[in-house]
């Protein structure tokens, strides 16, 4: 056991957030927190970390364990460098290594016993930093740096200089080279394109210690987490196995609580039926027995009844204007800025109905290409068109197009003149506003509400080609649920950015991926485009080993044993420097024996002489350490 948590409660003025949360997290578990926006489950985190104290319940952490915190935003202000920053991990790592090099130094002076005694010490500390990875941090360093997305480049760019998402990459970063013994990391895959999503996945799979984590990436979630809490109505649930089986088990029990809430409904209206009657009979044993039933009905533990299911939320919305089934034809579209090339070559079409999913790593040009379309920004080669009747609406990430002052219906009527107060009411359920929500002003709204609103506006408009930035980006995963049932029921044409995957799964009739040299299309969802982008890498290398064998030209056969004899100079080369360093290491282990002798470490010419000898030897050996990674980096 890592941590336990028995009876977590928390309020904030009147508002209850958290109400007897008790779970257990073991060494190396992976374990999901899920519910709605506003659930409690960044409190619940701040309180796991010791940011914000718990009104009642208690918290059990194992002796020396160690809790690293991600908040949803952790922007650093610093004016180191990334790589600066990351090397703060390292700090007693460092010291470790400014010693060894200061022993080093000291022994080089010494002989007889204080020479014996400081290397007794310099074995000691040299096998600590072997412990502490003091050989490979670096390498560490620039692998997970590389992993979430950074280049070689950006290491030597000041921390205050860099966006918003790029600072809490880096906070992830740092705080994964730390390993703590408990990782708490609220919704680390913001900010994170696929494929760094895809080196996240594997590292936490990997990671030797225990994963607590918020997301909305069912997809990631499903890949990774062996557990799911759940907080809703401020208390928590937990479910075994990953996200889809706890999303089946939840329906599974809500069908469960909603049979028993109305059962218990039925019980309620009974009792009471009976309790006026027993009164309306005005006699003392008649009345004693209301009381007695009321008393009983009074101390009845309530069963709640469960949120609406999503999947019941079904419906259908048409674009008010019809376009022709050619929708959108793009040839040979570039763009360069400041003389560099972005992309070039892009080529696709989009039929009418059709939902395409736009992906590509972060930087590569997806939002660029939307602005082209929008005519927002000029191309610099090729040409697109739309087809007859489309008209586009545009789903912008950052939501501008709210206006804060304004209530939820007001924003939507305001939009929408034409519509009536029960559509709009309608249309805003679907969305999940219900009752007074309505009425709520923009400005109070969280993200993923907001976003809600934004893609009500978006469904309702006179636009029947649709672009959607991030739709999912602030949306809690009952919200993607509404989103995905809209888009798969919306009968126009939507292009949408993401990197949500389990969303493009649901959604996509076809993937394009953006890449700088052009377009690729899978006709399928994500699965598909994983299963077709592993067999085209399979036929690539198969294409390319053929073409190895089938090569006949006397040119290419000069050129491929001229290569095979470098190859095997090269690796002549390395092997006599393995031998070297064998034969080095065997010398220095010779020398060290002989260091233990009485006759040596008793004798101040001795122990000096056989110390000179080795000093000389590891700089050697260091040498050849050197020349052996330079001739392997050329293999």
């Known amino acids: 056991m890592i941590l336990s948590c028995k009876d977590i409660s928390k309020s904030f003025g009147i508002d209850q957030i958290l109400k007897d949360i008790s779970f257990q997290i073991e060494e190396k578990e992976k374990v999901a927190v899920t519910g709605v926006n506003g659930a409690g489950k960044s409190t619940l985190f701040k309180i796991l970390a010791g940011e914000i104290a718990p009104d009642s319940g208690e918290i059990f952490k194992a002796k020396e364990a160690v809790i690293g915190y991600l908040p949803q935003n952790a922007e650093m202000d610093s004016e180191h460098t990334i790589y600066e920053e990351m090397l703060k991990v390292f700090k007693d790592v460092m010291e470790l290594e400014a010693n060894l090099h200061a022993l080093e130094k000291e022994m080089s002076t010494l002989n007889g016993s204080k020479l014996t005694k400081l290397m007794d010490k310099y074995s000691a500390l040299q096998h600590q930093f072997e412990e502490l990875n003091g050989y490979g941090y670096k390498s560490h360093i620039k692998g997970v740096l590389k992993g979430l997305g950074f280049n070689d480049n950006q290491l030597c760019q000041p921390i205050n200089q860099l966006s918003g998402g790029q600072k809490t990459r880096v906070a992830l970063a740092k ?16 900010h994170l394109d696929i494929s760094a999503i895809e080196w996240l996945e594997e590292f936490l799979k990997n ?65 009471e039926e009976i309790i006026q009657t027993l009164r309306s009979f005005n006699r003392e044993k008649s009345l004693k027995r209301a009381i007695s039933r009321e008393k009983a009905l009074e101390k009845m533990e309530k069963i709640q009844a469960p949120a609406a299911l999503p999947a019941s939320m079904k419906f259908s919305l048409k674009p008010r204007f019809e376009s022709g089934n050619d929708v959108l034809h793009v040839e040979n579209l570039s763009k360069s800025f400041n003389g560099k090339k972005l992309f070039q070559n892009i080529s696709f079409h989009l039929k009418k109905g059709e939902k395409v999913a736009l992906i590509g790593p972060n930087g590569i040009g997806k939002t660029t290409l939307f602005r082209i379309l929008l005519n927002q920004l000029n191309y610099d080669e090729g040409s697109f068109r739309l087809g007859t009747n489309v008209k586009i609406s545009y789903y912008d990430q950052e939501q501008q197009n709210l206006s804060l ?19 709009i009411r309608n249309i805003l359920a679907a969305f999940l506003f219900t009752g007074d929500d309505v009425f709520k002003p923009i400005a109070s709204l969280s993200g993923g509400e907001r976003g809600r609103v934004s893609l009500c506006k978006i469904m309702l408009s006179e636009g029947n080609f649709l672009l959607l930035d991030e739709p999912t980006n602030h949306l809690d995963l009952i919200s993607k649920e509404i989103l995905e049932d809209a888009i798969n029921h919306y009968t126009g044409t939507i292009l949408y950015i993401s990197h949500d995957r389990y969303f493009i799964n649901k959604t996509a009739s076809k993937i394009l991926e953006l890449s700088p040299y052009g377009i690729t299309e899978y006709l399928g969802n994500y699965d598909y485009y994983l299963e077709k982008r592993a067999q085209i890498k399979d036929d690539v290398k198969a294409s390319m080993e053929k073409e190895e064998k089938t090569k006949s030209s006397k040119d290419e056969w000069l050129r491929q044993k001229e290569e095979q004899a470098q190859q095997r100079k090269l690796q002549a080369q390395i092997e006599h420097i393995e031998n070297q360093i064998h034969d080095i290491e065997r010398q220095i282990e010779e020398i060290n024996e002989l260091l233990c002798l009485e006759e040596v470490y008793t004798s101040p010419e001795k122990s000096k002489e056989a110390y000179d000898a080795k000093v000389s030897l590891e700089e050697k050996l260091e040498s050849l350490y050197q020349q052996w990674e330079e001739l392997h980096s050329n293999l």
């Open 405 to 423: 002052n304004k209530t939820i219906i007001d924003e939507i009527s305001d939009a929408y003149p034409s519509l009536t107060l029960g559509e």
């Open 175 to 190: 705080l994964l080279l730390s390993s703590p013994s408990l990782l708490l990391l609220d919704e680390p895959t913001n």
């Open 207 to 271: 990671y030797p210690y225990a994963v607590l984590i918020i997301s909305h990436d069912r997809y990631f979630l499903d890949k990774l987490v062996t557990k799911v809490i759940e907080i809703e109505n401020n208390q928590a649930s937990l479910y075994k196995g990953n996200y889809s089986y706890y999303a089946k088990q939840k329906q599974i029990n809500r069908e469960i609580q909603l049979k028993q809430y109305i059962n218990q409904q039925k019980e309620i209206k009974r009792q």
